[in-house]
């Protein structure tokens, strides 16, 4: 039994004792207002959550059976909590799938590189914030740990929160399933600028050297039409004919990605081995101009092949003119995820540090709940995640896709919270759930935060707490948002400067310059 099913529920009822005379008063000063449940709603897919008027505090959505009873098993026991029997306020509950993806960011710096700045609607500040390093304590086993903290920002009443979730270390020598990755390669004639074939064969060989004896790998291209050119080899003892495939590879015309999407699932499917990971890897500009061009539409001809044999698709966006849109929807929806590589640096990064990660897994479907309390908070606003936000019922609905995570991964989100003048107290519980990538029984960790953890200004926090915000508020600018405690782009470039000396990392530097680049044009 796991216990961690009634936590939520437990701590909502210790907190709602505690506020319960004090609510009970304030409603009846206001007028003897009846008291009725709420009814459950989707309120999480609202960015910005106003408190006033509101009440009952939001624990994670209680557990629930198919035919909506509330009740939860403890010892073997059907048992009901207070919590269980009113249902949260929707306003106070913020869900959403775990997300790794990078592309946004390593695609707006390539366009702020060529002098440009990025399109607002290719801007997603989650894959910002995920981009760089955090400081995260890991779990020993499968799972997550839960990291819950905060600082005050320069705006009144405004602090960030910072929830990270991270997977155990990898280690490259420990024992993983094989993997069997089919590599769907564009070839049409946009790919032969310079960073993005040239650059794509590169990695592939540096990648095929990577991997181990008892890894398989498969080849298919595609402009007009796909072709397999290779079907899944076992790479002990043949590398030397995967490298001559990788070599073999020219450009050619148009881009019908939906046609090697389907090719590559076929491949996958052929040459899929029991007990591996099984991968579909797509390397495109995403500019698909021929044949099937809708993500939905190509997704559901390998839906199938997805949903029977489990294979996901890892998207790898390459070139200046990059169609963003495409790639992030196909790997959103095919349980996978996407990067973006702009130079060696980035394509060793994505394909020998990112790759290996992704062919264990330490969970499934996992999702994100984070319950704020009315009591101390007035207002709240989840800082991207637009397009993983699921609605709050379905936390533990595990019939709704979350994220598949491998080990050595953190995932964070930001949030801008306005804390109600003087508040004291519990401010927010962050939950995590996922099903073991094995047996598929679901598990969750949660977390806590109180108003005296708060750090009282983003100075005082500590540097990976700081390079978050940083990058939250870059890309927030990029998209001409109104982040409270914005310093301007001028100011977040000395913080990121800065930053990047007492971090000693090149990753924060590449972000100060990216900074800079966008300061110019302003």
């Not at 009113?86 to 106070?92: H, L, Q, R």
């Not at 064969?201 to 291209?221: G, I, W």
């Not at 897994?361 to 800082?383: C, G, H, M, N, S």
Request: net charge negative; proline share 4%.
């Amino acid at each position: 039994m796991d216990t961690d099913r009634t936590r939520p529920a437990q701590e909502c009822a210790r907190h709602r004792t505690r506020h319960l005379r004090a609510t009970l008063l304030a409603l009846t000063a206001a007028g003897g207002l009846l008291l009725t449940g709420c009814g459950a709603g989707e309120g999480s897919h609202s960015n910005t959550s106003d408190a006033a008027n509101r009440t009952g505090f939001p624990a994670p959505a209680p557990a629930t059976t198919s035919g909506g009873d509330n009740s939860s098993e403890q010892d073997g026991e059907q048992t009901s909590t207070p919590a269980d029997k009113i249902a949260p306020s929707p306003d106070y509950l913020s869900t959403f799938v775990l997300d790794v993806d990078t592309a946004s960011y390593g695609y707006a710096r390539r366009i702020l590189a060529d002098g440009q700045l990025p399109d607002p609607s290719t801007i997603r500040p989650e894959e910002f914030v995920n981009s760089f390093r955090q400081d995260y304590e890991r779990p020993d086993g499968n799972g997550f740990t839960v990291t819950v903290d905060g600082a005050r920002t320069d705006s009144a009443n405004w602090s960030l929160i910072r929830v990270g979730l991270a997977t155990r270390t990898t280690d490259d020598n420990a024992e993983r399933p094989p993997a069997a990755l089919t590599f769907v390669i564009d070839v049409s004639g946009s790919m032969a600028e310079t960073g993005r074939l040239d650059l794509a064969k590169k990695s592939l060989d540096e990648m095929t050297d990577r991997l181990r004896d008892d890894d398989s790998v498969a080849l298919v291209t595609f402009s007009d039409e796909a072709e397999t050119v290779l079907p899944m080899t076992r790479l002990d003892g043949h590398r030397g004919k995967v490298h001559h495939a990788i070599d073999e590879l020219e450009t050619q015309s148009s881009t019908n990605l939906g046609a090697g999407v389907e090719t590559g699932y076929a491949t996958a499917t052929e040459g899929l081995r029991e007990g591996a990971t099984n991968r579909v890897v797509l390397i495109s500009d995403g500019l698909a101009n021929t044949g099937d061009t809708n993500a939905d539409s190509i997704l559901e001809r390998i839906s199938n092949e997805r949903r029977d044999h489990g294979i996901t698709l890892f998207g790898v966006g390459v070139g200046s003119d990059y169609g963003d849109a495409l790639m992030e929807k196909l790997a959103d929806k095919g349980d996978g995820h996407t990067a973006y590589v702009s130079d060696d640096a980035d394509a060793r990064k994505v394909f020998v540090d990112q790759l290996p990660q992704n062919i264990d897994l330490t969970a499934r479907d996992a999702k994100a709940q984070v319950a704020f309390d009315p009591e101390t908070v007035a207002q709240f606003r989840l800082i991207g995640y637009e397009d993983r936000k699921v609605a709050d019922d379905d936390f533990r609905n595990d019939n709704v896709d979350g994220g598949e995570i491998g080990p050595g991964h953190t995932v964070t989100a930001l949030y801008a919270v306005r804390t109600r003048p003087g508040a004291d107290g519990h401010l927010a519980t962050a939950s995590v759930r996922w099903l073991d990538p094995d047996t598929r029984a679901p598990h969750e960790e949660s977390g806590q935060l109180e108003t005296d953890a708060l750090h009282d200004s983003l100075s005082s926090a500590s540097p990976r707490f700081q390079v978050t915000a940083v990058a939250a508020y870059f890309a927030d600018s990029l998209r001409s948002g109104d982040l409270p405690g914005d310093p301007g782009l001028g100011e977040l470039a000395d913080r990121a400067h800065a930053l990047a000396k007492k971090t000693e990392d090149k990753d924060v530097r590449q972000l100060a310059e990216a900074i800079d680049e966008a300061s110019r044009m302003d």
